[in-house]
């Protein structure tokens, strides 16, 4: 079955730049988004179509891939972006997530 | 705005059945969006369990399939979950979801219900 690879945990400084990464095999060839989960809330859709924000989303977010690799970017990240990070693409018309990143703002 | 909403019984007993509706408002299921669910065991990540389109067609997690059936009902905008077979591993938040679909191959979640806890226990 298909795999998307996160590191488990990320740590970052207040205003600094995060980068999660997910990878996976033929991910060039799929789109990735992005969700966003704080503790004891639902999901919610950061990034889409690899590097799309939905409105909502602030502009520090932003999406890239290159190859089999995808990243979500933190720029100058706020203590309110401590939260838990999930990749999802799409293969063979089934969903699979990422295990998840926890993003710690230090 | 859109909004999903979760509903079902807290506590089923293992070897059980489990069934969840989802009740959708400000939009409607019978467009070009499929509606999905997805489940989190406490402490971990999000697995996803299935999608439906509002004619009746249906995408499962491969892992889960023989034990899911999902429906929809359009006259009631809401669409539903039955899973069989329960055990304590089925324990989890339990989301519905819609999923906006890119290109037949790809599609994101933009909108998530705020999910229903499910306790697998006799």
């Known amino acids: 079955s298909y795999e998307l690879t996160q590191p488990p945990s990320v740590s970052v400084s207040p205003r600094q730049t995060a980068s999660i990464t997910c990878s996976g095999e033929t991910l060039e060839n799929k789109y990735i988004c992005w969700y966003q989960q704080k503790p004891g809330h639902s999901p919610v859709l950061v990034i889409y179509?690899?590097?799309k924000r939905p409105s909502g989303t602030p502009e520090r977010f932003s999406g890239s891939k290159s190859g089999n690799t995808a990243s979500l970017t933190i720029s100058g990240t706020q203590a309110m972006d401590e939260a838990d990070y999930y990749c999802?693409?799409?293969?063979?018309?089934?969903?699979?997530f990422g295990g998840g990143t926890r993003l710690t703002v230090l | 705005q859109v909004q999903l909403q979760e509903s079902g019984p807290g506590l089923v007993k293992p070897s059980g059945t489990l069934s969840l509706t989802c009740s959708v408002s400000n939009d409607s299921i019978d467009t070009s969006n499929w509606w999905s669910w997805v489940r989190q065991p406490p402490g971990k990540g999000l697995e996803w369990i299935g999608e439906i389109y509002h004619s009746g067609v249906t995408n499962y997690n491969p892992s889960l399939k023989s034990r899911v059936t999902m429906s929809a009902d359009k006259s009631k905008n809401q669409f539903s979950l039955r899973l069989t077979s329960l055990t304590a591993a089925d324990t989890a938040v339990y989301y519905c979801?819609?999923?906006?679909?890119?290109?037949?191959?790809?599609?994101?979640?933009?909108?998530w219900g705020k999910g229903t806890t499910v306790t697998v226990s006799s």
């Open positions: 179509q690899d590097d």
């Open positions: 979801a819609r999923v906006v679909v890119v290109l037949t191959t790809s599609g994101f979640m933009d909108v």
């Open positions: 999802q693409a799409w293969d063979s018309s089934t969903v699979v």
